[in-house]
């Protein structure tokens, strides 16, 4: 008991470090699928990727295969582009803060399986992934 009291700094840094190397991996499954993980759900599940950018937004750059239901109309919208509420639905945009604000929304509706791909348009491009751009 002695050796923790004279040494209480080191297991103060030793639990600070061994958080600093859980926090990755617990903000990876918290902030969304990352590129190759949405490729899989599109190729395996027949996922629909919903890109939530204004018109302009998507006509410049989008993901390639992705419809686009700005954020704003996703309640109106998404119920015609994706009838089946069971189907995997991954929303887009350019980092990810309108597509956690739609998955939100989506889910609210009813939507059962709804993810956001990690990093949006930008994530996809590095990971080398087809964008679609405006000619």
Partial sequence: MNFIVENWY????ALVSGGGLLLPMLKSGANGLSPAAAVLLVNREKAVLIDVCGPDEYAERHVGGAKNVPVNDIE??????????SVPVVMVCASGARATRAAIMARRMGYQNVQVLA??????????LPIDKKA
């Fill in 10 to 13: 080191l297991f103060l840094l």
């Fill in 76 to 85: 109106a919208r998404l119920p015609a582009v994706v009838k089946n509420k």
């Fill in 119 to 128: 990093g949006g348009t930008k994530a996809w491009q590095e990971a080398g």
